[in-house]
T-cell receptor, first 118, second 113 residues
């Protein structure tokens, strides 16, 4: 149980285009999902926290108009990288926190999406 | 502000040898501590977690970790390393509602035959 999927696993796009990444909790409902970015050989950096039915909360320094997050249902959150540029190339990982967990909440991570912007 | 330090960027051990990966945290309240493992190009898999209770926590794949409040540490151990354990290991600290989980920089483990 507690499986999180991401789609696509890998995407290559041209500079200036927009890319949408989906994060789904397959066997549980998640009121909260998280989006992380990981640079090569680096740790994960939290970009934003996505709550179902409300606006995402972005970390300092993350452009909310650049990285659009939508959490339309309890099992789906999407990250859209708008007008992508080569510096947006990275490994994007989502995670989800089960709705019914009380305390000691843990996040279940997706397999990640490798974005390459040419 | 909470933070996590993993002092060792890269560790190499021989297969069959014991392993200890260090993790120190800074957190103002009761920490919730996690160890994750990441294989190349993959997401994170939870090895173990500590919320309360017994300070020695058992995880998957034969890993264990010990929470030492006096030292602000949560070191990961394994008595005998297998070649398949080669990966990147991340220590993380979060709060009760875990909206603010922070990761250490990671330790890359190489296993020699």
């Amino acid at each position: 149980g507690a499986v999180v999927s991401q789609h696509p696993s890998r995407v290559i796009c041209k500079s200036g285009t927009s890319v949408k990444i989906e994060c789904r909790s397959l066997d549980f409902q998640a009121t909260t999902m998280f989006w992380y970015r990981q640079f090569p050989k680096k740790s994960l950096m939290l970009m934003a926290t996505s709550n179902e039915g409300s606006k995402a909360t972005y970390e300092q320094g993350v452009e909310k108009d650049k990285f659009l997050i939508n959490h339309a249902s309890l099992t789906l959150s999407t990250l859209t990288v708008t007008s992508a540029h080569p510096e947006d190339s990275s490994f994007y990982i989502c995670s989800a926190r089960p709705q019914d967990r009380v305390g000691g909440n843990e996040q279940f991570f997706g397999p990640g999406t490798r974005l390459t912007v040419l | 502000a909470q933070s996590v330090t993993q002092p060792d960027i890269h560790i190499t051990v021989s297969e069959g040898a014991s392993l200890e990966l260090r993790c120190n945290y800074s957190y103002g309240a009761t920490p919730y501590l996690f160890w994750y493992v990441q294989s190349p190009g993959q997401g994170l898999q939870l090895l173990l977690k500590y919320f309360s209770g017994d300070t020695l926590v058992q995880g998957i794949k034969g890993f264990e970790a010990e929470f030492k409040r006096s030292q602000s540490s949560f070191n990961l151990r394994k008595p005998s390393v297998h070649w398949s354990d080669a990966a990147e290991y991340f220590c993380a600290v979060g709060s009760y509602n875990n909206n603010d989980m922070r990761f250490g920089a990671g330790t890359r483990l190489t296993v020699k035959p």
